[in-house]
């Protein structure tokens, strides 16, 4: 399915009918756009899965709709509570996932008009609580690609400065490199009316407070994250994919990032970040085939740090102790920052 988790299809979904399946989340990592890298992150796949699930039965209770429908453990399907061990398999309602064709470089969603529901809408949500650095927007307002009176602002936010309200941004989904989009781009594809886009951005609103406060709990800042949506059978929005893991979202512990950001750090410093950011800007479709260079691995030492990242997270949120001998996320994020020089 993608390069950090497989999809087993159990049953495919249909116009009317959604499909079944689990999602197997592994120890792979990818970071910007660039498909598996070449180090596995231990026991990153298990703790995914549980915060994964954590989110999703957090939502449920506060009466969002999800695809989740458990973890597999010993061939049943479990809710977090009834777990014994960690686990890294998830049961998941299926959508109907429509590529929009490529034609002489360009995405036509026209393949949309005319259906009604039981798909993944073609687009990814971004909810922003900051700006920190890093933040692809601040990088986009500093390059004059979108303007500050786009987000009612007179400046550039400084990186610590909390945002209110928060901004919702979109990007393209299915293309072979996101690409933002502004609202009034969205509405013209034709695939969602306004007041379901109305609807989505409330929607992801109210999980992006639902994130905070989760996070919060365990003195975590939610800076920013991705959510994906879909339409049921009946055109009902149903929160797809996975939300809320350091994978989907940015967390920082004191200014200190504990997420899959700690990796970007790492390879923004990189001569095969150069040539990944050289080729996007000169071919955003067939990008990849103009990158020469191979992204060079993680230093076994920050391996390990952010592997603690991914099970000390699950262990605060889920309040069990999955995993032996992992650091608080103080003791974690002081190393991280030695690590990186910040």
Request: net charge negative; glycine share 6%.
């Amino acid at each position: 399915m993608g390069s950090v988790k497989d999809l087993i299809v159990l049953s495919s979904p249909h116009e009317e009918k959604p499909g079944r399946g689990k999602f197997i989340f592994s120890d792979r990592y990818s970071v910007f756009d660039w498909g598996e890298m070449p180090d596995h992150i231990p026991l990153k796949g298990a703790s995914l899965c549980l915060i994964g699930a954590y989110f999703f039965e957090q939502l449920e209770r506060a009466g969002f709709l999800t695809h989740y429908q458990g973890i597999e453990e010993e061939g049943k399907n479990k809710r977090l509570f009834e777990l014994k061990n960690p686990a890294n398999e998830m049961v998941v309602s299926l959508v109907r996932i429509i590529q929009p064709p490529e034609i002489e470089g360009k995405y036509d969603y026209n393949i949309y008009q005319g259906i009604r529901g039981n798909f993944l809408i073609p687009f990814e949500f971004i909810y922003r609580n900051s700006l920190p650095a890093g933040s692809s927007l601040r990088k986009r307002l500093e390059r004059g690609e979108v303007k500050l009176k786009d987000y009612g602002w007179d400046r550039i936010p400084a990186p610590e400065e909390r945002l209110s309200p928060p901004v919702v941004d979109v990007s393209t989904k299915l293309e072979e490199q996101d690409r933002y989009l502004s609202w009034q781009e969205v509405e013209e594809t034709g695939i969602l009316q306004k007041e379901e886009i109305e609807e989505i951005r409330r929607t992801v609103l109210a999980i992006d407070g639902l994130i905070t406060k989760e996070v919060e709990r365990i003195n975590l800042k939610n800076e920013d994250g991705k959510i994906e949506l879909a339409f049921d059978k009946d055109r009902n929005l149903m929160v797809v994919d996975v939300v809320g893991t350091p994978d989907e979202s940015r967390y920082t512990f004191r200014g200190i990032h504990l997420s899959k950001e700690i990796a970007r750090e790492f390879y923004r410093k990189t001569s095969w970040f150069e040539e990944v950011e050289k080729a996007k800007l000169q071919n955003p479709v067939g990008w990849r085939g103009l990158v020469k260079a191979s992204p060079p691995p993680l230093p076994s030492s920050l391996v390990q740090l952010i592997s603690w990242v991914y099970q000390r997270i699950a262990m605060d949120l889920t309040e069990r102790n999955w995993f032996s001998d992992v650091p608080s996320l103080e003791e974690i994020g002081e190393r991280i920052s030695q690590e990186l020089l910040i």
